[in-house]
C-alpha cells in the first residue's frame, strides 16, 4: 500500500456565471485568476505521478468540489480512479476541510464535532470543540489513519501552540480509544501538523516517542522540507507519524516528498512538472509526502 498526504492549499469548486472553476493553488478569497486552471491541472499531475492507493488531502472545500476535481482532472491524468472518496464538514467557516480518496473501500469518521470534555480536555473555543479542523478517522482494516490539519502557528504564536498541543492530546486519545495497547495498532497519523520541527518544545509531542514513531526523522536531514512561501520561507510543516508496531514492521518505509508541483522559486534538486512558474502557476504551497508499506 503506498499512502501519501497532500495540502492541496484552497480547493475550492465555484459557480460563476453559471460554469463550473476550481480555485488555484493560491490563499485568501481572491477572483477569478487566469492561473487557477493551470494550478489544479498540475495537483492532479503531482496526485498521479504519486499514484497512491489512499490519500489524505488538506484543505478540500466539500465533497462536491473533492468529486468535481476528482472525475474532470484526475481522471484526465490517465491513472486508476480512486473510487471511495470522503470528505466531511469540518470547523473552519472557510471550508478547509479534510478529505479522502483510496483505490480499497473505507469507512471515514469526522471528530470535528467532539468537545474536549469528551476527552477531558480544556478548550478556548466558545463550542468546546477540540480541533480548529477536524481528525478524520479512516479505516482500513488492516491500518487506521489519523488525516489531521493542526493550527497553524499564527496569528499568536503562543495561542497557536496550546491549540497544537491539545490537537495532538486529543488524536493521542482517540487513537487509545481505538486500540487497546496503541503500541500494537497499526495506526498512522498524517497530515499538516503545522508545527515548525525546529522547536526543543514540539506542540506534536503527545504523538511523539514513545508514543509513536515520527516517520520525518527518517528522513535524510536536508531533504526534510514540504512547504515553500514566496519569502523564501521553507519548513516541514507536513508529517508522518507511525505507532511502534507499524514503524517495527516497515523498517525500511521512509516518506518521500515529491516536489514536482512546487514552484521553482523553492529551490531544490528535484526537476518540476513542464508548466511550473517561478510562484505560480503551481500544485500547491506544499509537497506532496508518500509512503510506501509493502503488504499492507
Known amino acids: ?44 499531475a503531482v496526485l498521479a505521478r504519486a499514484d497512491a492507493d489512499v490519500c489524505a ?34 470547523n473552519d467557516g472557510g471550508g478547509r476541510d479534510l478529505a479522502a ?21 480544556t478548550s478556548e473555543r466558545r463550542d468546546g470543540r477540540l480541533f480548529s479542523r477536524d481528525c478524520l478517522e479512516v479505516d482500513l482494516g488492516v491500518l487506521c489513519l489519523f488525516i489531521v490539519h493542526f493550527k497553524a502557528p499564527y496569528p499568536d504564536v503562543a495561542a497557536a501552540w496550546a491549540q ?40 506534536v509531542a503527545p504523538l511523539l516517542a514513545p508514543f509513536g514513531v515520527d516517520l520525518i526523522d527518517r528522513m535524510p536531514e536536508g531533504d526534510r522540507w514540504t512547504w515553500w512561501d514566496p519569502e523564501g520561507t521553507r519548513g516541514c510543516p507536513d508529517g508522518m507519524i507511525a ?29 518540476r512538472l513542464a508548466d511550473v512558474g517561478a510562484a505560480r502557476p503551481h500544485a500547491s504551497d506544499h509537497a506532496a509526502l508518500v509512503l510506501d508499506l509493502p503488504g499492507a
Do not use: K
Open 101 to 121: 480518496i483510496a483505490r480499497r473501500p473505507f469507512a471515514a469518521e469526522s471528530h470535528a464535532r467532539l468537545t474536549a470534555s469528551a476527552l477531558g480536555l
Open 1 to 44: 500500500m503506498r499512502v501519501l498526504t497532500f495540502n492541496v492549499q484552497n480547493l475550492r469548486l465555484r459557480q460563476r456565471g453559471g460554469r463550473e472553476r476550481l480555485d488555484g493553488a493560491r490563499d485568501g478569497d481572491e477572483g477569478p485568476d487566469a492561473l487557477d486552471y493551470a494550478d489544479r491541472r498540475l495537483t492532479a
Open 243 to 271: 505507532s511502534p508496531a507499524l514503524a517495527a514492521r516497515w523498517p525500511e518505509a521512509v516518506p518521500r516528498a515529491i516536489r514536482a508541483g512546487l514552484a521553482l522559486g523553492a529551490g531544490g534538486a528535484q526537476a
Open 164 to 203: 497544537r498541543r491539545m490537537e495532538a492530546e486529543a488524536v493521542r486519545r482517540l487513537i487509545a480509544c481505538r486500540f487497546p495497547d496503541p503500541a500494537r495498532g497499526l495506526w498512522l497519523v498524517l497530515g499538516d501538523l503545522n508545527d515548525p520541527r525546529h522547536q526543543s518544545d514540539r506542540a
Open 57 to 90: 488531502l488538506q484543505e478540500v472545500f466539500d465533497r462536491e468540489t473533492l468529486d468535481y476535481f476528482h472525475d474532470h482532472l484526475l481522471r484526465a491524468t490517465g491513472v486508476s480512479p480512486w473510487p471511495w472518496r470522503a470528505c466531511l464538514p469540518g
